[in-house]
């Protein structure tokens, strides 16, 4: 079963940085487009950036592309969101996701975000 573990939320000031972290369990990552989404309060869940490193592929939501990364260490079974620029609409609940690379597409994966179970998300609050 797949499991997750995400960290590294906090307030921070608009333009400031973080850098979130996920440790997955139950599988490798090097067969698994891997994704980070958010709730916002009242909203459903967002793909926010999703990529499969086996194709080279990645999928950004329009609203962070420039300001956000991803990047995975295999060895440590990691994913990394690095946030930059943050802006008060960035403010959300941040949750990682996979699914084997041969069942969908960075592109579907974020747009549908139709995972059945979320982890417990880490709080990422942009204000001053």
């Known amino acids: 079963q797949l499991q997750f573990v995400e960290s590294g939320g906090g307030l921070v000031q608009p333009g400031g940085s973080l850098r979130l972290s996920c440790v997955a369990s139950?599988?490798?990552?090097?067969?698994?487009?891997i994704g980070w989404f958010r709730q916002a309060p009242g909203k459903e869940h967002e793909g926010v950036l999703c990529?499969?490193?086996?194709?080279?592929?990645?999928y950004y939501v329009d609203s962070v592309k420039g300001r956000f990364t991803i990047s995975r260490d295999n060895a440590k079974n990691t994913v990394y969101l690095q946030m930059n620029r943050l802006k008060p609409e960035d403010t959300a609940v941040y949750y990682c996701?996979?699914?084997?690379?041969?069942?969908?597409?960075?592109?579907?994966?974020?747009?549908?975000?139709?995972?059945?179970?979320w982890g417990q998300g880490t709080q990422v609050t942009v204000s001053s």
């Open positions: 990529t499969n490193s086996r194709a080279g592929t990645i």
């Open positions: 996701a996979a699914r084997p690379i041969w069942v969908t597409t960075v592109q579907a994966m974020c747009v549908h975000a139709d995972f059945g179970s």
């Open positions: 139950g599988f490798t990552l090097d067969r698994y487009v």
